[in-house]
């Protein structure tokens, strides 16, 4: 989400003039969102740097924290539905291998299912973003304190979602060599039949 003095059409709601392009720019904010599908309860988190496998990560280690301890002593199994993107895929180094740090250090087996291509529409998380395009649709997002104002306004089934801001920098394109990626793949539990799209990670107490 680009931060300016401009919006879509040029016309902001009140009929306010604006420029219709996002040519000068100042900022720049990336979403990583996370729906609770038993709760409903919609976590998002936007990233000041750039959308990479630690961002994501650190991500979904600040929804578990956010958790009270019994929420956590009662969950067993980390189920996480995710969508393909390159930075999160069932084949990205970086992310495998935060991954498994992360269930070992919660002690919780994670398993990880993934979308098939094409197949964005059944992922509740894009039609949260949806949602939120529809919420902010004709505004002018002048600075971060708008963006996340109207952010916290939206409702996903009722509730308005847990707005975050990340002012993490995070480096573009780490990746571990074999050797490194060798020792995160004997962590991994791969489904035969769908090896890409559905990986169990265990914690090294129960591996």
């Not at 040519?23 to 979403?31: N, S």
């Not at 650190?58 to 019994?70: G, L, P, S, V, Y």
């Not at 990880?112 to 919420?135: A, Q, T, V």
């Amino acid at each position: 989400m680009k931060i300016g003095d401009f919006s879509r059409g040029g016309v902001t709601r009140g009929d306010h003039r604006a420029s219709d392009h996002d040519l000068g720019w100042a900022e720049k904010y990336i979403p990583c969102g996370i729906v609770d599908e038993a709760s409903a309860e919609l976590h998002i988190t936007f990233g000041s740097s750039y959308k990479t496998s630690d961002f994501i990560v650190d991500t979904i280690e600040a929804k578990w924290n956010a958790m009270d301890a019994h929420e956590q002593a009662q969950t067993s199994l980390i189920q996480i539905k995710m969508d393909n993107g390159p930075e999160s895929s069932g084949i990205r180094t970086q992310f495998l291998s935060r991954m498994v740090e992360f269930a070992d250090v919660i002690n919780k087996p994670i398993q990880l299912l993934y979308y098939p291509p094409y197949h964005s529409k059944y992922n509740p998380i894009e039609r949260c973003w949806g949602i939120l395009e529809l919420k902010w649709n004709g505004t002018k997002l002048i600075d971060v304190e708008t963006m996340l104002g109207w952010a916290k306004q939206m409702t996903w089934k009722g509730l308005h979602p847990v707005v975050n801001l990340s002012r993490t920098v995070y480096e573009k394109g780490i990746s571990l060599g074999k050797a490194a990626m060798a020792a995160v793949e004997a962590r991994l539990k791969r489904d035969p039949q769908l090896p890409k799209y559905d990986i169990v990670i265990n914690p090294t107490s129960s591996a």
